[in-house]
């Protein structure tokens, strides 16, 4: 069964940094994609990027290129993405996810206010 643990999140303020991680289990995950969405409030989710199975490649939403970034430590079973400038529109909740197989996270909650 896939289990997905993000931790991380919290207040922050405009200019500001997050490191958000995400523990996973359940599923062999070296060999699974990686992917990151996250959902302001009142907005549909948003996918933020993606990473592949060996860390090698990563793609991100033109919203936060530049500013994010991911990496994973497939000894370690997880999966971390590093904010950087943070805008208040970053506000959301971020959702790790695991493409194969399929499975989310519960989420956690990063707030950009002054």
């Known amino acids: 069964q896939v289990q997905l643990v993000e931790s991380g999140g919290e207040l922050v303020q405009p200019g500001g940094s997050l490191r958000l991680s995400c523990v996973a289990s359940g599923f062999t995950f070296s060999n699974s994609v990686m992917l990151w969405y996250r959902q302001a409030p009142g907005k549909e989710r948003e996918w933020v990027g993606t990473?592949?199975?060996?860390?090698?490649?990563?793609n991100y939403a033109d919203s936060v290129k530049g500013r994010f970034t991911m990496s994973r430590d497939n000894g370690k079973n997880s999966f971390d993405l590093q904010m950087n400038n943070l805008k208040p529109e970053d506000t959301a909740v971020y959702f790790c996810?695991?493409?194969?197989?399929?499975?989310w996270g519960q989420g956690t909650q990063g707030t950009v206010s002054s």
């Open positions: 996810r695991a493409l194969t197989p399929d499975g």
């Open positions: 990473i592949g199975a060996d860390g090698d490649l990563a």
